[in-house]
């Protein structure tokens, strides 16, 4: 056990900082992956046919209501199991095991995929019908219109619902540690637990989670200002 304090953060500096890396990595990958979850889930929500739209609500009800920590271990544990079981049932005798990067990402994006359904089918149904109705005037194609008059106008009304979901996918990031993979927050324990430096680890952690949502509250009022420009200010 390190004599002083600091010896052992300096000592744990580095895995500390790679775990907060993979953190990162694990949150922008999951988000991309809900970005565009949401954006089909808003698309099924929105749909005029029934049985689609069914299946949308379906979705975004059902996985917003299941605890993050239970996919986890369900798609850990439960879909190893389950996926070895259907390769021997195929003639197969590979044995494979889903990792604790890809359960995470695959976690956290199916679930960010369900509330980002919600925040952009919000955005959307505030666009006036209007620009809509003239874009359809104007002859413009489903995806042309998408580009070039849904996203411009639903993005002013959808960023703070994608900031709060960013902060909170951070956040659970720290769930993964239940399976033993190393991010920031199992590092900072495995360094605590070594180093019996529970108060300066976790504070410590707790200080790098603070500055990962500080940067990105920075950039996502850039980004809100960036897409409000030319509205009036409220």
Do not use: C
């Amino acid at each position: 056990m390190p004599s002083d304090p600091t010896d052992g953060l300096l000592e744990w500096l580095g895995p500390i900082l790679q775990g907060a890396l993979v953190t990162l990595e694990i949150a922008l990958l999951a988000y991309a992956i809900g970005l565009g979850l949401g954006l089909v889930g808003a698309t099924a929500r929105l749909s005029p046919w029934r049985p689609l739209r069914a299946l949308g609500t379906a979705y975004s009800t059902l996985v917003r209501a299941i605890p993050e920590l239970l996919l986890i271990i369900l798609l850990y544990y439960a879909g190893s199991q389950a996926l070895n079981a259907l390769l021997t049932e195929l003639g197969g005798d590979m044995h494979i095991e889903i990792s604790g990067f890809v359960t995470a990402v695959g976690v956290l994006a199916f679930v960010q995929g369900a509330y980002m359904t919600e925040v952009f089918r919000g955005a959307i149904q505030a666009i006036p019908k209007g620009q809509l109705e003239a874009a359809d005037a104007y002859g413009f194609s489903r995806p042309a219109r998408f580009y070039r008059i849904v996203l411009p106008a639903m993005l002013p009304n959808a960023l703070p619902g994608m900031s709060n979901l960013w902060l909170i996918l951070v956040k659970d990031t720290a769930l993964i540690s239940v399976i033993g993979f190393e991010e920031l927050f199992f590092t900072a324990q495995q360094a605590a637990a070594s180093t019996r430096d529970y108060a300066l680890f976790y504070a410590f952690a707790g200080a790098l989670y603070l500055v990962m949502t500080l940067g990105s509250n920075a950039l996502f009022a850039r980004a809100e200002r960036y897409v409000r420009r030319g509205q009036p200010s409220t």
